[in-house]
């Protein structure tokens, strides 16, 4: 397998879940930089071995690299995570591509969608730096829990079985599990779409939901992100992964979930400027919301919760009435997706 001493990776991205990653690395004993824009951050992480503003608390491996020279970054890297909201991806991604050899292995962990395009974030990394191979990390990973060595598992998706190999020696370790997945596209849909339906779930439990709603609101937000990804080609298996109700899991359940947060503050009267405020980091789930609502519309996809959501944030809709119309919609079948035993 791969020479540790030899093989250098590079993480994009100082953010909590860029800093664990890069950290779980070094911890393996790679050669890894965590790369971010602030000097000011940057010098922090090296003299404090912490990064206050993301995972304050935590210490950091001494033998983990932080650097703004993004050129420097890059120089004979291996391997680069891209650990930035998806917002950023394309521009970060044209800034990179002179940088890169085309053995160079990219993975992206973002779980969000481009606004214009509807790309996700390995379809933009395809299109602006053809020449690598490209995979994708999506599970119930909060940062957090990472780096306080909780046992956790992830997955690596990607078609390229070598890439899937690499990603897992990288990572993997006697507290952090890495499963492999062909189906890139429906892992990394599916980390994208689990964002809306915990903003709904933090909005129920700020509103004192019992345990039969929270039920309710689980198994039908699975049930709306497998009809809505298979319309656009997934397997509906996925989602019955740990990319799929195991990170959905995670994040309607989980006070560190953002996207969750966001939710919280909404059901407690707050208004979505408020509520993203009061987070502090990038929610991926409000943007999201917005472009799978306009894209299931368009597609003729049925979606009630994710259109009640769409109605609260961006049609200034009371949240009680959003929920009463989702009560009042189809009540259609309970699992869409069946194996035929024949088959």
Known sequence: ??????????VLGGGSFGTAIANMIASNDYPVTLWLRSETRAAT???????????????????????????????????????????????????????LGKDCILISTAKGIEADSFMLPSEVLEEEIPQCPIGVISGPNLAKE?????????????????????????????????????????????GALKNIYAIVAGIAEAMDAGQNTKAVVLTRSLAEMSR?????????????GLSGVGDLYVTCTSPLS????????????????????????????VNTTKLVKEKAD???????????????????????????SMMLAEQNTDVEFMVNAND
């Open 146 to 190: 990472i780096a306080q060595f909780e046992i956790t598992a992830t997955v690596i998706a990607s078609e390229n079985a070598e890439l899937c190999e690499r990603i897992q020696t990288l990572l993997g370790s006697r507290y952090f599990r890495v499963y492999a997945n062909h189906d890139r596209y429906g892992v990394e849909l599916a």
């Open 1 to 10: 397998m791969t020479d540790n001493k030899n093989h250098k990776v590079a």
């Open 298 to 324: 368009n597609l003729g996809i049925y979606m009630p919760l994710a259109s009640a959501l769409y109605a609260t944030l961006f049609e200034q809709r009371p949240i009680m009435e959003s929920l009463q």
């Open 45 to 99: 992480i090296r003299d404090c071995r912490e990064n206050p503003d993301y995972l304050p608390g935590y210490q950091l491996h001494a033998d983990m690299g932080v650097s703004t020279d993004l050129q420097q970054t890059l120089a004979g890297v291996q391997t680069v995570f891209f650990a930035v909201p998806s917002s950023a991806f394309r521009q970060l991604a044209r800034q990179v591509s002179p940088y």
């Open 228 to 240: 809505f990804a298979v319309k656009l080609g997934a397997n509906p298996l996925t989602f019955l």
């Open 258 to 285: 953002r996207n969750f947060r966001v939710g919280q503050a909404l059901g407690k009267g707050k208004s979505l400027e408020q509520a993203v405020s009061e987070v502090g980091q990038v929610a991926e789930g």
